[in-house]
């Protein structure tokens, strides 16, 4: 009798063990989506495409993409509706980037960061992209060089950029979030062009950023001040820099960058020091850095025009935008906590007239295969 119930027992837990998933997909009822473009539509209803991957045909080894669009009162809505339109499940954790038009980021885009956050299928580590100027789905239209879909591109690009050359900020999710909850430090998101080439289709193009106070896009800053400004908060690595020495160029690249930032007492003065490694990449004529003068000499004019565009940019964005994307009063948050929870719900306002003192300084360690300029003087 035992062995009969044992038997059983073994049996039911056999049939139990060989059953399949409730909740299962098969691969062919599924989408999978790398990125999503959101756009406005004059009757007030979201537009959302979908980058949607799919292999290639049987005799080739490759993956085509194809957009879809949908429509809703909210960002969640439209992707409901994109999911019934199509009859298919929609995969979202490969997606890397949401591309928003300059129209909902002049608007604000707190509905489309709280609807990521909340929304389960979602990565916060998704990045997110202003489209300048064009409706967001445009950026779609792009040839899709070197990559198989053009958010991977646009993805690996701002990535790239991130390692070789700083000049694009990072604004993932959860950074905007962070930024949304915290009234220290204002929002940034980095800019991508929609263009047109003559004989070879639209191609995109990191443009510069967008600056924010709260959800709204207050301002823009191009290529070049995004670099000094991601310089201003030490987050350069490797990054170029070109300038003109009585009209002759010259490049060098940042090797070690040290930037440290003090608040006085008054709190509202901050004190900036930065510290800069460089090696020579591209010599002016008539420039030789083994000569000790030579050296001194450009160093000096390499950290007073870095001081200059430094000094420029914050008093640009403090005296044009008001927008707080240094995160100095974040600083004061964790210098000071009582005095911050003070002036905190002003500080909108006391950022207006926040003052900077800077210090850069400049030191060459590195002049390549030579310390001089090789092309003879031609004049």
């Known amino acids: 009798m035992k062995k009969k119930i044992y038997l059983?027992?073994?049996?039911?837990?056999i049939i139990i063990l060989l059953c399949g998933c409730f909740n299962y997909s098969d691969i062919e009822d599924t989408v999978v989506v790398s990125g999503l473009a959101v756009d406005m539509c004059d009757d007030g209803q979201y537009k959302v495409t979908a980058e949607i991957m799919s292999a290639g045909s049987d005799n080739e080894v490759?993956?085509?993409?194809?957009?879809?669009?949908?429509?809703?009162?909210?960002?969640?809505?439209?992707?409901?509706?994109?999911?019934?339109s199509s009859g298919k499940s929609f995969n979202f954790r490969h997606c890397q980037v949401i591309f928003i038009s300059e129209?909902?980021?002049?608007?604000?885009?707190?509905?489309?960061?709280?609807?990521?956050?909340?929304?389960?299928?979602?990565?916060?580590?998704?990045?997110?992209?202003?489209?300048?100027?064009?409706?967001?789905?445009?950026?779609?239209?792009?040839?899709?060089?070197?990559?198989?879909?053009?958010?991977?591109?646009?993805f690996d690009m701002m990535k790239q950029d991130q390692i070789a050359n700083s000049k694009c900020p990072s604004a993932q999710i959860y950074m905007c979030l962070n930024s949304l909850e915290n009234k220290g430090k204002e929002m940034i998101i980095p800019m991508i062009s929609v263009e047109e080439q003559e004989g070879e289709g639209k191609e995109y193009r990191f443009t510069g950023m967008s600056i924010y106070i709260d959800d709204?896009?207050?301002?823009?800053?191009?290529?070049?001040q995004s670099q000094l400004f991601m310089i201003f908060m030490g987050k350069t690595?490797?990054?170029?820099?070109?300038?003109?020495?009585?009209?002759?160029?010259?490049?060098?690249?940042?090797?070690?960058?040290?930037?440290?930032?003090e608040v006085e007492e008054n709190l509202s003065v901050f004190d900036l020091n930065i510290d800069m490694i460089i090696s020579v990449r591209q010599l002016p004529e008539g420039v030789d850095v083994s000569d000790d003068e030579q050296r001194t000499k450009l160093e000096e004019e390499l950290s007073a025009r870095i001081k200059e565009e430094i000094n420029d940019l914050f008093l640009y964005v403090r005296d044009t935008y008001g927008s707080d994307i240094f995160g100095l009063g974040n600083?004061?948050?964790?210098?000071?906590?009582?005095?911050?929870?003070?002036?905190?719900?002003?500080w909108k306002e006391l950022f207006k007239n926040v003052e900077l003192n800077i210090d850069v300084s400049c030191k060459i360690n590195d002049a390549g295969r030579s310390s001089k300029n090789i092309v003879p003087n031609r004049r």
Not at 68 to 77: D, I, L, P, R
Not at 103 to 115: A, E, K, M, V, Y
Not at 240 to 258: C, G, H, P, R, V
């Open 237 to 261: 690595m490797n990054g170029e820099l070109t300038y003109n020495f009585d009209e002759n160029y010259a490049s060098f690249e940042i090797k070690d960058l040290s930037v440290s930032r």
């Open 216 to 224: 709204v896009q207050t301002g823009t800053l191009s290529v070049e």
């Open 8 to 13: 059983i027992l073994i049996l039911f837990l």
């Open 331 to 346: 600083q004061i948050y964790h210098v000071n906590p009582s005095a911050w929870a003070e002036i905190s719900d002003e």
């Open 62 to 84: 490759a993956v085509e993409t194809e957009q879809k669009s949908e429509y809703g009162f909210t960002v969640f809505e439209a992707i409901e509706n994109l999911k019934n």
């Open 103 to 154: 129209q909902i980021s002049n608007d604000g885009i707190s509905d489309i960061i709280d609807f990521a956050f909340h929304y389960s299928g979602f990565r916060l580590s998704m990045v997110l992209t202003v489209i300048s100027g064009n409706d967001a789905a445009s950026v779609f239209e792009c040839e899709k060089l070197l990559y198989d879909t053009v958010s991977y591109g646009v």
